[in-house]
């Protein structure tokens, strides 16, 4: 009965070790998010910011980490004269994720088509 009171006993250490690992972990990683959103908020506009946290991140994680690398190199570099704006955010966005610019026409009576479609066909 001892040897299984004492095995007993050494899983239950381990068994709380390893929660008190997972809490520290889980502290680790909330510091670490409220530095970056400290660092985000001073760097970009307000509307900017919401647009990074409420479109960006839930959306395309990849990129949001991406645009965070992007603007560390650049305060690194101290080339950032102002604050980011959600446009230029929106710029950043666009060329991390290869999208290029689109612009849509409507014809009165027809489907909305590419401005490259409407030019070719003129």
Do not use: C, W
Request: no cysteine.
């Amino acid at each position: 009965m001892d040897e299984l009171e004492r095995l007993r006993h050494e899983k239950m250490l381990q068994m709380m070790k390893r929660i008190e690992e997972a809490k520290k972990q889980e502290e680790a990683k909330k510091h670490t998010e409220n530095k970056t959103d400290e660092f985000l908020k001073n760097l970009m506009m307000p509307d900017a910011y919401q647009y990074y946290k409420e479109t960006i991140v839930p959306q395309r994680p990849k990129i949001a980490t991406r645009i965070l690398e992007v603007l560390q190199y650049i305060v690194s570099m101290e080339d950032l004269p102002n604050k980011v704006t959600q446009e230029e955010l929106i710029f950043i966005d666009r060329r991390l994720s290869g999208e290029g610019p689109t612009i849509k026409v409507k014809k009165h009576g027809k489907e909305v088509t590419d401005i490259s479609t409407v030019l070719r066909n003129k």
